[in-house]
């Protein structure tokens, strides 16, 4: 590797290496990567001195070219050689090109910013910054911006740590090789240099192209404390580790402290670089943390990033500030430093504010004004400046000393003077304040000259003046002479002109002007009169037709505008578009006109517009008139076209020449027969028609003629053709002959056979109007009956004839009703069932023709419940859990139906009372309720609910059982409680309102009182306190029982609210057991509550014999009691005992089934 401006090859010593990039070099400890420049030759290894300990690894591409040289700690229990270098040997001292140790972490390149490319915020510009790393050989390049301190390899820590140091780096060491050789950590290029200001977004993008890929080696520890591992208790062991070496950070450094900005320097923590060799320190980000409050103030964040010199700006002068910094790697915070403080220095003061004006009289004015900001420094002067009436921006030195006020006198009537203020202390001199104007008195002004009119509008005049030098502002007066209010101000200000708005058009007002300065207000300028102009007209009124409209003529006619603009209409124009754009036809005063000579059936539209003094109107809304239409003219003859049939034949013509001045809406055409007879066979708006229905060999005229809206044309001339042979003609309509609403005979005649005697006839019905007609029956008879027909129901038969040309035309339709009957039988019956009624629904039947007024239920042995022509009905009086067989049958005025099939229903039995509730368990914080007499055969469910502060009662427990733990009350608290039961038939009512209330919690138990002070007849007994209760006290009874003397009984020695009492009057050498409890004294005087006795203590007091060691100990007294078991328990045993059930029934029939497959196989 070489550096810029050297000449000769730098070996790499250690694990230091220096890389020159841009002419600034970057400092790595830890295995490095260097990017070697060799574009031919064979890969033939690099001489290199390596130190003991170390490994170089020599990478080659995919061409056989040296790309990379890795320098790397030598993994443990590798065999290392002492690489000595040189040209002849250096291949036999180097390992195999394979990478015999995890690939080399990847760092990306820091590069320091250049001054003036864009310094962030709070960076001090023109320095280069370099992070904290080991410090770099005697080889490093000269223009290296070192800021580095000492590393490993010069701090006495390395090596001479202690044993608990040494166990928990090895054991870190460990974690990570057993992660290696597990294939945690995969391979991967190294990444490319980038500058420093764009490190961020690169160590943003590796770390995504890591997640993404699972290629790459981790940069940080922090990388591998967040990365997903199988033990998640290692990984926060891996965090903690990792933020206690972050912790370890330098307190900052400040220098070049001025009045509002700081410089610090900061230094990357000192860790355990043996260790956690992968932490690039170039991932290190700091924050900065600043308080002006004390050292114990609230801490704000002033800066996070990566640079290490950083230059606080918009300080304070003069003031105290504390300083933390924190080290951040990733997700990972170490903790902030102690705090650093620094004073920034003093300067100069605030500019202040701008001088108020106090008095002022013809010649003087007096000025006052507030203090500023001292910075640090007393001010010792106030400097006041003024222009001298000049306006030209040249101050002079008016006034100079501490006072806060000051008079200028000596100075000209009605003239405006400028003013500035400074302060000065000792550290110079502040900026100057905003200027301040402010005017000397004078006399009011004389008499103006009357207001001039700049321009006149519809609805404003522009009045303007002119300003002398002692006008200060104006005022304008207008005087409206039909309002009859007289004068009124319309404005008042310094401007020399004002709009008066919102006048009316072709008006005259009268004005006057008056001038004021602060004096007062002159006279009133002499009364000037001008008047607005007149507005243009409105549109007329849209034009209509008068009269008659004739097929060449019309009269139009309009009305005047609603709005003349103020001034008399002159004349109207008059415009006519008859399609190809407007065209003046009129113009003069009259309001009436007749348009000639115009296209008949043509549409024309009309408008007009005014003209008056104000100007020329807007045209009004059209007026559409269309002139009459005539008939048009006669049509050419039709032609026929293709052969004519037996009955019909097709026909076409065209359009008559002559419109008649409307369009052809549609067309007629004409037959006439040999008898002179015709009749109208095609009426519409195409151009050809089949005529159909003509007799076979006769000949027809044919002629067309032409409609429009104003009527019809004449007929064309005719046409003869000849028709020929065909079907027959369709029958007379058939009759229908009712035998039974169920059966009916059908008849007809035989049609004329238009030359072919006819061989068959085919009938068709129609059952429903939404059906189409089907076949029915297809014989040579003309006759035919019909079965299985449905009584009132409507059919509709008809007929055709065949014969050997092909079928006829169906005859008419002929429609039959089929005679009523009674009703079908009822179906879909449904029913819901109660304790004591039945409610029916059910669909109604079939009437049959004939309406259903009535239905017969049939309930068992009951008469029958005649009900009316509803679908719906309620059986009362019944017995509840009863079996009912029910039946329905519909009647209407021909008779009754068939009943239904029968249905058998079963009523409900009645819903449960209530039961009593009783309160079998009170404690301070639940209450346990009881009800019932604990069995519940008919699984009835019960509803307990409990009053809300509201006075609405919620539900709290439903279910089969007979009892409910109600938990989490309030001590001494009344509550109220309410239930009701419920089964198949419904809810039961409510019981009555039960009020329960808890009681007081006890005390809590206190731990065994403590023995000291112990001699012949006397002993100190201490024990821990607790806390009072609410409004209620606590205190103590103390208890004591003679061992020796077996003494069934404790008696009490002591009660109060003390937690220490000495005992006296003990006998010597004897075993006494002490226990205490805590006593709620009441305020209520509602009694005192005793809480649980401590475990007893068991002491003996001293002999009278030499002294010997005191045994204590304690004990824990225990009484057995029989214990209730609760329902939970209870629920666990019979769960249990189901369990062993299910079991047993399960056996057994696996027994069961086994037994019978054994047998069926054998037989």
């Known amino acids: 590797m070489k550096c810029p401006g050297e000449q000769y090859q730098m070996p790499v010593p250690k694990t230091m290496c220096s890389i020159c990039v841009d002419e600034d070099c970057g400092g790595y400890y830890g295995p490095a990567t260097v990017r070697m420049v060799s574009n031919n030759g064979p890969p033939l290894p690099m001489p290199m001195q390596v130190p003991p300990g170390h490994m170089v690894q020599q990478i080659v591409d995919e061409h056989g070219i040296l790309t990379h040289v890795i320098l790397s700690p030598q993994p443990p229990g590798m065999p290392g050689s002492p690489m000595t270098g040189g040209p002849n040997n250096g291949a036999q001292y180097y390992p195999p090109y394979g990478p015999p140790y995890p690939s080399p972490p990847q760092y990306s390149t820091h590069h320091h910013p250049h001054p003036g490319a864009g310094t962030p915020p709070h960076m001090h510009p023109g320095v280069h910054h370099a992070h904290i790393h080991p410090p770099p050989p005697s080889h490093n390049c000269n223009n290296h911006a070192s800021a580095h301190s000492a590393g490993p390899s010069s701090s006495p820590a390395s090596h001479h740590l202690d044993e608990r140091t040494v166990r928990q780096r090895d054991k870190m060491k460990a974690k990570y090789d057993r992660r290696v050789q597990d294939g945690y950590y995969q391979s991967g290029p190294a990444p490319s240099r980038r500058t420093k200001s764009k490190r961020t977004s690169a160590r943003n993008e590796r770390n995504k192209e890591i997640t993404a890929s699972n290629k790459g080696v981790s940069q940080t520890m922090a990388t591998l404390s967040t990365s997903p591992t199988q033990n998640g208790d290692d990984i926060e062991e891996e965090r903690r580790e990792l933020q206690q070496q972050l912790t370890s950070m330098p307190a900052p450094k400040i220098s070049d402290v001025e009045a509002r900005s700081a410089l610090i320097q900061l230094d990357s923590p000192d860790y355990d670089q043996s260790v956690y060799d992968l932490i690039n320190p170039a991932d290190f980000c700091y924050e900065l943390l600043l308080s002006e409050k004390g050292r114990d103030g609230k801490y704000k964040p002033v800066y996070t990033g990566d640079a290490t010199e950083i230059t606080l700006k918009d300080l304070k002068p003069a003031t105290e500030y504390f300083l933390k910094a924190s080290t951040l790697l990733d997700d990972i915070r170490g903790s902030p430093t102690d705090p650093v ?81 400074a302060a000065v202390n000792s550290m110079g001199k502040s900026g100057y304040s905003e200027t301040s104007s402010f005017y000397t008195s004078g006399s009011v002004p004389s008499q103006p000259d009357p207001p001039m009119l700049s321009e006149a509008f519809v609805n404003a005049l522009t009045i303007s003046w002119i300003k002398r030098p002692n006008d200060d502002d104006f005022t304008l007066h207008m005087e409206d002479e039909c309002t009859g209010h007289g004068f009124i101000t319309v404005y008042n200000g310094p401007n020399l002109s004002h709009i008066v708005k919102t006048l009316r058009r072709n008006s005259e007002y009268r004005f006057k002007l008056a001038a004021r300065n602060e004096e007062g207000q002159g006279k009133w300028s002499d009364v000037v009169c001008y008047k607005t102009l007149p507005d243009r007209p409105g549109p007329p009124v849209k034009p209509q037709s008068k009269g008659k409209v004739y097929a060449q003529s019309f009269r139009v006619t309009w009305d005047p505008p609603k709005d003349d603009g103020g001034s008399e209409v002159t004349s109207y124009t008059v415009e006519m578009d008859d399609g190809g754009g407007y065209d003046i036809v009129y113009n003069g005063p009259d309001r009436e006109y007749v348009c000639e000579r115009l296209t008949p059936g043509h549409s024309y539209r009309v408008r007009a517009k005014c003209r008056s003094a104000g100007g020329v109107s807007d045209y009004s809304e059209c007026c559409t008139v269309t002139t009459q239409a005539v008939a048009p003219g006669q049509c050419q ?177 002929v429609t039959c009703v089929t005679p009523s009957s009674s009703p079908a039988p009822v179906v879909s019956i449904r029913y819901s069932a109660a304790a004591t009624t039945i409610a029916l629904t059910w669909k109604e039947p079939n009437c049959n023709g004939s309406e259903i007024i009535a239905y017969n239920i049939d309930v068992g042995e009951k008469n029958l419940t005649v009900v009316s022509s509803i679908t719906e009905h309620t059986l009362e009086g019944l017995s509840p859990e009863t079996t009912y067989k029910i039946r329905i049958q519909a009647v209407n005025d021909i008779g009754v139906g068939a009943f239904s099939a029968p249905i ?41 609910e409990m009053e809300k502060e509201d006075g609405s009662f919620v539900a709290i427990h439903t ?32 019981s009555d309102t039960f009020t329960f209330t808890t009681t007081k919690a006890p005390p809590p138990a206190l731990k065994a009182p403590r023995v000291s002070e112990t001699g012949l007849s006397h002993c100190v007994l201490e024990w821990t306190g607790i806390k009072p209760i609410g409004s209620d006290c606590i205190h103590y009874l103390l208890q004591i029982q003679a061992l020796a003397a077996k003494e069934v009984e404790y008696k009490e020695v002591y009660r109060g609210p003390n937690t220490s009492y000495r005992l006296t009057n003990l006998s010597p050498r004897t075993e006494y057991q002490a226990r205490v409890c805590a006593v709620r004294q009441s305020t209520s005087r509602s009694g005192d509550i005793t809480g649980a006795f401590s475990p007893g203590t068991v002491f003996n007091t001293l002999s009278p014999a030499p002294q010997r060691t005191l045994i204590t100990k304690t004990v824990e007294t225990k009484i057995s009691e029989p214990k209730q078991l609760t329902d939970q328990q209870w629920a666990m045993i019979i769960l249990f005992g189901f369990v062993l059930f299910a079991v047993l029934v399960a056996f057994i029939a696996q027994q069961i089934i086994s037994y019978t497959s054994h047998t069926s196989s054998r037989q």
């Open 904 to 944: 058998k229903v079963t009523t409900r039995a009645l819903p449960p009372n209530p039961p009593r509730l009783e309160c079998i368990s009170t404690l301070p914080n639940s209450l346990k309720l009881r009800w019932g007499d604990g069995r519940n055969q008919d699984m009835v469910k019960y509803t307990l």
């Open 341 to 421: 403080s620094f004073k920034t220095l003093c300067c100069e003061p605030d500019p202040p504010q701008s001088p108020r004006l106090s008095q002022k009289t013809k010649t003087s004015i007096t000025l006052k004004w507030n203090s500023t900001a001292e910075n640090g420094a007393r001010i010792q002067t106030y400097t006041l400046e003024c222009d001298q009436g000049q306006g030209e921006g040249h101050f002079v030195e008016v006034y100079e000393g501490l006072s806060r006020q000051f008079r200028l006198s000596k100075l000209q009537a009605s003239t405006r003077y400028l003013f500035r203020l």
């Open 637 to 813: 003859p039709p032609k026929l076209q293709g052969k004519p049939k037996a009955s019909s034949l097709h026909l076409r013509w065209n359009y008559p020449e002559k419109d008649g001045g409307a369009q052809v809406t549609d067309f007629t055409a004409q037959m006439s027969f040999p008898d002179n007879t015709s009749r109208e066979v095609y009426r519409g708006r195409d151009l050809d028609c089949i005529v159909a229905g003509l007799s076979p060999g006769r000949p027809y005229l044919f002629q067309v003629r032409a409609h429009n809206k104003a009527g019809a044309g004449p007929w064309s001339d005719p046409l003869e053709v000849v028709s020929g042979a065909g079907v027959p003609d369709a029958p007379k309509a058939p009759v229908v002959t009712c035998k039974s609403p169920h059966s009916a005979i059908i008849s007809w005649e035989e049609p004329v056979n238009n030359g072919a005697t006819i061989s068959e006839y085919k009938l068709e019905w129609l059952q429903r109007a939404d059906f189409d007609y089907i076949q029915l029956y297809l014989g040579s008879s003309q006759s035919y009956e019909v079965r299985g027909l449905i009584p009132a129901s409507q059919y509709s038969f008809r007929v055709q004839a065949i014969n050997s040309a092909g079928s006829g035309p169906f005859s008419s339709p």
């Open 959 to 990: 279910g089969p059982a007979h009892t409910h733990k109600v938990n989490k009350l309030s001590e001494l608290t009344s509550y109220e409680f309410r239930i009701f039961a419920s089964n198949d038939a419904g809810d039961g009512p409510y």
